[in-house]
């Protein structure tokens, strides 16, 4: 069969300017990261997730609802391998928002950078209510997103059944 490509993976192919936030802010979480578990949804290239992984992450689940996508993150996880500090087990799965059936954890931290777009708001709250219901000690979620459109609609969109839950921006 033929390899996917970046061409392939679409919007999911592109290294976008949240990852980079992302990353530097990770980056300022270091001691906490390290041994850690991070779960990525909406992975693209797995920038972040590899870039945790390279910070000392334990386990690190890069996911999302491209199979083109996952291919080539596979090669990222094969071709950065050397630098990962410490990373145990670093793997793909796809996982699509909105999904039932959720990675099993324990999660420390479920990151998620410049995933989503006009109509993903919903699937991507539930799956985010999901990780946190799933654990007596619920992760830390992390996302970077950026406005594209006036209005409040992350909040919006986590609202309901959202105790405990948290915004702020990095």
Request: glycine letters at 10%; hydrophobic letters at 40%; one cysteine or more.
């Amino acid at each position: 069969t033929e390899q996917a490509s970046w061409e392939d993976a679409g919007t999911g192919g592109l290294l976008w300017p949240a990852a980079s936030v992302m990353c530097r802010w990770l980056s300022r979480q270091a001691a906490k990261v390290e041994g850690s578990r991070g779960l990525e949804l909406g992975c693209g290239t797995g920038a972040v997730g590899l870039y945790a992984a390279g910070l000392g992450a334990s386990r690190v689940l890069l996911t999302d609802g491209s199979d083109d996508v996952l291919h080539n993150c596979r090669r990222n996880i094969t071709l950065n391998a050397s630098a990962f500090r410490g990373a145990v087990d670093v793997a793909t799965r796809k996982l699509s928002f909105g999904d039932s059936i959720l990675p099993v954890g324990p999660w420390d931290w479920v990151l998620a950078s410049d995933c989503v777009y006009a109509n993903d708001w919903k699937a991507l709250a539930q799956t985010v209510r999901g990780l946190v219901r799933a654990q007596d000690s619920p992760p830390r979620v992390i996302l970077t997103i950026p406005h594209r459109r006036p209005g409040p609609v992350l909040s919006d969109a986590f609202r309901a059944d959202a105790k405990g839950l948290r915004a702020s921006t990095l």
